[in-house]
C-alpha cells in the first residue's frame, strides 16, 4: 500500500553541537502540521536529538561534517532519516545494545539507540565504516478522534449520555471558535480523574 505523502522536508547543516537544538525545533515545527500531542513531539524532538547527537559526537568525533535532516509527513505519520558521511557503526546490534558507548570519557549514556527505539514506533540502523550512518524512524500520530475522553462538561454538567453533551460542547466550540481549549479541558480533566 502507497501511502501519500502530505508534505517533506531536507535539512543539511553542519555538525555542531549547537545545531542539535535547531534540528528538533525544525521537526517539532514540521511535525505540528498533523496536530500532535505535547507527548508525541517530544517524543519526536528527543529521537531527533538522539539521532543528530550521534552523528556528531560519534560520527563525526567533533570534527566538521554535514548532518542531513530529512522528514516526510503522511496523513498520520511522521517518517524522519538522520544521516551522515562519518566513521560509521561497526557493530550496530552492540551499539543499539542499552548502555553501550564507545565514549565513556565523554560521559555519555548509551542510551540513544534505546531511547529512539522506545519513543518511535519504528527504527532501523543502516551504516557501513568508513562510509557513514543512516538512522531511520517514524511515529503515527494519532488523530483526535483516536483518543476522545469523557468528561463532566463545564458547560453543561453532568450528564448520563456524555456523547451528546461532547456533540453539544463541540458545536458551541466550532461556532465560538473554542475547539482547542475545549480539547486541552478535555486532556486536563482526564489527568485530573486519574489522580483521584
Same mark, same amino acid.
Given at each position: 500500500?502507497?501511502?501519500?505523502?502530505?508534505?517533506?522536508?531536507?535539512?543539511? #547543516?553542519?555538525?555542531?553541537?549547537?545545531?542539535?537544538? #535547531?534540528?528538533?525545533?525544525?521537526?517539532?515545527? #514540521?511535525?505540528?502540521?498533523?496536530?500532535?500531542? /505535547?507527548?508525541?513531539?517530544?517524543?519526536?524532538?528527543?529521537?531527533?536529538?538522539?539521532?543528530?547527537?550521534?552523528?556528531?559526537?560519534?560520527?563525526?568525533?567533533? !570534527?566538521?561534517? *554535514?548532518?542531513?535532516?530529512?522528514?516526510?509527513?503522511?496523513?498520520?505519520?511522521?517518517? *524522519?532519516?538522520?544521516?551522515?558521511?562519518?566513521?560509521? /557503526?561497526?557493530?550496530?546490534?552492540?551499539?543499539?545494545?542499552?548502555?553501550?558507548?564507545?565514549?565513556?570519557?565523554?560521559? +555519555?549514556? @548509551?542510551? @540513544?539507540?534505546?531511547?529512539?527505539?522506545?519513543?518511535?514506533?519504528?527504527?532501523?540502523?543502516?551504516?557501513?565504516?568508513?562510509? @557513514?550512518?543512516? *538512522?531511520?524512524?517514524? !511515529?503515527?500520530?494519532?488523530?483526535?478522534?483516536?483518543?476522545?475522553?469523557?468528561?463532566?462538561?463545564? #458547560?453543561? @454538567?453532568?450528564?448520563?449520555?456524555?456523547?451528546?453533551?461532547?456533540?453539544?460542547?463541540?458545536?458551541?466550540? !466550532?461556532?465560538?471558535?473554542?475547539?482547542?481549549?475545549?480539547?486541552?479541558?478535555?486532556?486536563?480533566?482526564?489527568?485530573?480523574? +486519574? +489522580?483521584?
Amino acid at each position: 500500500m502507497n501511502k501519500k505523502i502530505k508534505n517533506e522536508m531536507k535539512i543539511e #547543516f553542519a555538525s555542531k553541537s549547537t545545531n542539535e537544538a #535547531f534540528a528538533r525545533i525544525a521537526v517539532a515545527a #514540521f511535525v505540528s502540521q498533523l496536530d500532535p500531542t /505535547i507527548e508525541e513531539i517530544a517524543d519526536i524532538k528527543t529521537s531527533v536529538s538522539e539521532a543528530v547527537t550521534n552523528s556528531i559526537i560519534h560520527a563525526y568525533q567533533n !570534527k566538521d561534517g *554535514i548532518v542531513t535532516l530529512r522528514a516526510i509527513l503522511y496523513d498520520d505519520e511522521i517518517e *524522519i532519516e538522520v544521516s551522515d558521511t562519518g566513521s560509521g /557503526i561497526e557493530n550496530i546490534e552492540e551499539a543499539k545494545k542499552p548502555l553501550f558507548t564507545t565514549k565513556g570519557n565523554l560521559e +555519555r549514556s @548509551g542510551m @540513544g539507540f534505546t531511547i529512539m527505539e522506545n519513543f518511535m514506533d519504528e527504527l532501523k540502523v543502516e551504516s557501513i565504516v568508513g562510509l @557513514g550512518t543512516k *538512522i531511520s524512524m517514524s !511515529k503515527k500520530i494519532k488523530k483526535e478522534n483516536d483518543e476522545l475522553i469523557p468528561i463532566i462538561s463545564p #458547560f453543561y @454538567g453532568p450528564s448520563e449520555n456524555m456523547k451528546d453533551e461532547e456533540q453539544k460542547e463541540t458545536n458551541i466550540a !466550532k461556532k465560538s471558535g473554542q475547539q482547542k481549549i475545549i480539547k486541552l479541558r478535555r486532556k486536563e480533566n482526564s489527568i485530573g480523574n +486519574r +489522580r483521584t
